[in-house]
């Protein structure tokens, strides 16, 4: 779809590529003794915002964070009660509630996804910024998670992503400009017992953002159109619940939206949450394989689940429920 809407850059020119190699590795290695609270920030005022799962948690904690820059935020949740809650927390900030816009949608039927987006863009207009936030987790062994409970995270964790880039992306290729935000996580780059349906998904997103911003470059919109990967460590919401941090200690959800924040008004391509993991991911490719075990088991990998009792699973979904604005 991005290929055949503009032409394609020009490849293939090796001495242009390995220049380029050399200068973002020295880039890169400047960045690190640069504060982020240093770099330059782009300014999302009156720019419109779509949240997903912004009815609680880590979306909801960004919703407010948007709303305090001056942006427009478009909430969708499945939860009434969760948006509502939301925009009650907006007010109670005073904070301008008629940037807040609540859409009930299901995130599991992609032709609820594609009536609603077609509704924002009627209502509301095109979206600058979008991100993918919203989340399940069954927390189950491989043999006990049901049939439905895999096609159920599969679609919110992953396909829901697919189903909103292709309702907003191509606005955003008309406009060039726009930015697409991938809230992963760090178990889409290891696997975790208890996790297999939930880390396959994350799975999905890693390799869905990588591609997506290899398809910006090819067709020349890498710099209009800029994607965020972010992947934190596991969350003290009510998500996971029960879960045993092992021997990290979880996130703070104000952590992790501080630096999912810093990493989307700085156009980075991606965030690890902490920092720290982005290296004992590298090192997960360079240590034998036989070592993953003892490490996973020093690191208390095999209790994380043990006493797991996160947020209950969604009801039955009803594709003939009407998706509706809140106002």
Not at 28 to 44: A, E, G, Q, T, Y
Not at 67 to 74: D, N, P, Q, T, Y
Not at 161 to 170: C, D, E, N, R
Request: hydrophobic residues 40%; glycine residues 6%.
């Amino acid at each position: 779809m991005v290929q055949k809407q503009l032409c394609t850059r020009e490849t293939g020119n090796r001495f242009k590529n390995a220049a380029l190699i050399v200068y973002y590795v020295l880039e890169s290695f400047v960045k690190l003794f640069i504060p982020m609270s240093m770099m330059k920030r782009k300014n999302v005022e009156n720019q419109t915002v779509l949240i997903t799962g912004a009815g609680s948690g880590i979306g909801q904690l960004l919703a407010l964070k948007f709303l305090r820059l001056g942006a427009k935020v478009i909430v969708w949740d499945v939860s009434q009660d969760g948006m509502e809650t939301t925009k009650k927390m907006a007010e109670e900030e005073k904070l301008n509630a008629k940037n807040v816009h609540l859409y009930r949608v299901d995130l599991r039927d992609s032709k609820s996804i594609y009536e609603t987006a077609e509704q924002v863009k009627q209502q509301i207009g095109p979206v600058d910024i979008l991100i993918n936030n919203a989340g399940v987790v069954s927390g189950q062994n491989f043999l006990d998670i049901p049939d439905d409970r895999i096609e159920m995270t599969f679609k919110v964790n992953s396909l829901a992503h697919f189903y909103t880039i292709k309702a907003f992306l191509p606005d955003m290729i008309k406009r060039k400009n726009g930015h697409i935000v991938t809230v992963a996580s760090i178990a889409g780059r290891f696997g975790v017992c208890g996790l297999s349906d939930y880390c396959a998904s994350k799975f999905a997103n890693v390799g869905m953002d990588y591609s997506l911003r290899m398809e910006l470059a090819k067709a020349n919109l890498d710099e209009c159109i800029k994607t965020t990967l972010v992947q934190p460590y596991f969350i003290t919401t009510g998500m996971f619940a029960g879960v045993h941090p092992g021997v990290f200690e979880f996130m703070k959800p104000d952590t992790v939206v501080d630096r999912t924040m810093q990493a989307i008004l700085t156009d980075s391509q991606q965030v690890v949450i902490p920092t720290f993991f982005d290296y004992l991911l590298c090192l997960q490719a360079i240590i034998p394989q036989k070592c993953i075990l003892p490490v996973y088991d020093f690191i208390g990998g095999f209790e994380f689940m043990t006493n797991f009792h996160g947020r209950q699973p969604l009801p039955p979904s009803s594709t003939t429920t009407k998706q509706t604005k809140i106002n």
